[in-house]
């Protein structure tokens, strides 16, 4: 498998970052990998999930919320 050396990095991205993987109970190391390989994953299957909810959505007029949001924020 590659490795990726990664320098200069600001010690509170690295702080964070052991922060993430503690709470997912992962090394940094594995937290890192996880992080990379999320980011680097194709977008093609989304990008088709998000055209087939518009064509079904398409015509379709839906209310405006602003009025629901104010009377909401109001109480």
């Known amino acids: 498998m590659a490795q990726i050396l990664v320098r200069d990095l600001d ?3 690295v ?3 052991k922060v993430q993987a ?4 992962r090394s940094l190391q594995s937290e890192v990998k996880h992080i990379l390989e999320r980011s680097a994953v194709d977008g093609t299957a989304a990008i088709s ?9 398409k015509g379709r007029r839906f209310p405006d919320s602003a009025g629901l949001v104010r009377e909401d924020r109001a109480r």
Do not use: W
């Open 11 to 13: 010690e509170a991205v």
């Open 15 to 17: 702080r964070r970052l």
């Open 22 to 25: 503690k709470k997912d109970n």
């Open 49 to 57: 999930a998000v055209r087939e909810i518009r064509a079904r959505l």
